[in-house]
């Protein structure tokens, strides 16, 4: 078994798998994606916000301790929000209004591509079946962001003038929860996962989650 | 489709099939039971009382709606508490206690009966694998829980009164919350019940609900 600061190295250094720069990002940020390519990602990107909840409710089903469970718990209420009208699920509705989608055409997930379901529904999967400390794992992603967030937030808001500053409400309110995420996340990965086998498994974890990211992306860019 | 009164009497009458007049009840309310059954009795339901918000979250991880999460999610929290020291598993822990449990030996499961823990996982597993309006159907046997309750909590202090008072702080809570929890979650399984299939299914849940009560009670009073 790895020691701790070993095992957080191996689980950091999949950084370069993470989809900062997956070309589709790449053209985002550079204000290169049209405002047809800007609605089929927030409309494919709606089906992995949307998917969210429910993967980690699937967590939480599978997890026996009270305390990661009421850890846990504040994700869903994050996404869910406290009533209509609030959460991460609801912003990111904002975004898909504010590229020019009706909020209709999002919610009947017409637009979704079927490679875009396939790899959440792969995620979704995942913490329904695998251990929970692997599906914990599997969300250091987070680690990977709030640099990706800061930037996307700034050239998004550069380089599409025309995007209304209620539909960022997604990326403003992430960038505050995501930091201590990714810190706490990481403690009960590195507390739960108690052999090297383990701790191998939340790599591979880790980089299956890469890997639905990088799909997400591949098909919404093949298909604009 | 039955229409909404017609569906609910149909839930009704399985109020017969409930577990309150199981012969291991009735001793326990008559004040027969031994201090040694009354220890396999709480720590057999224990294992119930433990599962209950894995139960819930497997819900929630298949219920596609915000709505219904954000009221479901309640339930994890009640079962779970806001920290350490407090929700109703803990309370049925201070129940374990005060009839003379080590809470170590609850923890560990030593006393669970194998046909307990079949029945249990196998609401469980309900609440994992069927439609969500169904398990949430599962969980009516709480129409049929506010009278019971409140004379359980009567019989008990009353039969034994050995038991600290500290020991009642699950059925306490549970009768403040229980009769709400009822109604509400009958407005829900009403509404999403849509078909004829469907309210025959949400029927057919509530009685494997009360089978899994009453097997655990066999497995306890066999036992005893």
Chains 1, 2 share one sequence.
Request: aromatic letters at 10%; proline letters at 4%.
């Amino acid at each position: 078994m790895l020691a701790a600061e070993d095992f957080i190295a191996e689980l950091r250094a999949l950084a370069p798998r993470y989809w900062h720069d997956h070309p589709f990002h790449l053209r985002l940020h550079a204000g290169d994606l049209s405002r047809e390519e800007l609605q089929l990602w927030a409309a494919n990107r709606w089906y992995y916000q949307r998917s969210l909840p429910q993967k980690d409710a699937a967590i939480l089903a599978n997890c026996p301790l009270p305390q990661v469970r009421r850890y846990w718990m504040e994700r869903i209420v994050y996404h869910d929000g406290s009533r209509d009208g609030e959460g991460g699920a609801e912003n990111w509705l904002r975004m898909a209004e504010a590229v020019g989608l009706d909020r209709a055409e999002v919610l009947d997930e017409r637009h979704v591509l079927p490679g875009v379901r396939f790899a959440v529904d792969a995620y979704v999967n995942f913490a329904r079946t695998k251990p929970w400390v692997e599906s914990i794992a599997s969300g250091l992603t987070e680690m990977f962001s709030p640099g990706l967030m800061r930037r996307r937030l700034a050239d998004m808001r550069e380089n599409y003038p025309w995007i209304g500053e209620e539909g960022f409400a997604y990326f403003v309110s992430r960038l505050t929860v995501i930091a201590g995420e990714g810190k706490s996340t990481l403690d009960i990965v590195v507390e739960h996962a108690r052999t090297r086998e383990q701790q191998q498994a939340c790599v591979a974890a880790l980089a299956f989650k890469c890997d639905v990211l990088q799909a997400i992306l591949d098909a919404v860019d093949y298909h604009s």
